[in-house]
């Protein structure tokens, strides 16, 4: 047991370090808003996976999978609510994105948001029904308890490295921010980091 969990903590951390679209998306509320925001993102995003290893330890994600029409109704779902987001930013202003007067994000919403984006990426899904199985180190006994001792390892392990990424980021937010032309920088930025997710999600 200890050899399969220190086997799947190097994979997770391997592939938690990997650039991928949950982890550009910390980096980039990192850097306009602060180490904070970061952190209560990356609170969201892996908090969404307690719902996914539930899923899993329970057999619904085979089912909801082998449904083609509810799992691209899922995929279309996640896309549209990923490119609302791009076009909340795309109307806001950038001339006030980085004033210390603009409203910011209050960190329930960016856990919500982060949840959310979690919950409608249905390729985490099948993500966790592939990766998850091969390190159940007692296929006849309790799988269930094994999904979720697994998923505690995984959510551990990301949330610590998608924690040390936003902390890195906010540390040279201050810096950034004071550049001239940023502000529309990182407005595109969050916008192409919101659509690339979306594209990420709907295209196989």
Request: charged letters at 10%.
């Amino acid at each position: 047991m200890i050899e399969t969990l220190i086997s799947f903590s190097i994979a997770t951390l391997a592939l938690a370090i990997s650039p991928g679209p949950d982890n550009i998306y910390v980096l980039t509320q990192s850097l306009i808003n602060g180490t904070k925001s970061g952190v209560a993102t990356t609170a969201g995003l892996i908090s969404g996976c307690i719902v996914h290893t539930t899923l899993l330890a329970f057999g619904i994600s085979a089912i909801i999978t082998a449904s083609e029409s509810l799992f691209y109704g899922i995929k279309v779902l996640g896309a549209c609510y990923l490119l609302y987001l791009a076009y909340m930013v795309f109307k806001s202003d950038h001339s006030i994105l980085l004033s210390d007067d603009a409203p910011k994000r209050s960190y329930w919403m960016l856990f919500k948001t982060g949840v959310i984006m979690n919950l409608v990426n249905p390729k985490v899904m099948i993500f966790f029904l592939a990766f998850f199985p091969g390190f159940l180190w007692e296929k006849d006994g309790n799988t269930v308890v094994q999904f979720y001792i697994l998923g505690a390892v995984f959510m551990a392990v990301s949330f610590v490295v998608f924690s040390g990424i936003a902390l890195l980021a906010g540390r040279i937010s201050d810096f950034i921010t004071e550049q001239k032309g940023v502000g529309i920088v990182l407005k595109w930025l969050q916008i192409v980091v919101f659509v690339g997710i979306a594209l990420y999600i709907i295209v196989d």
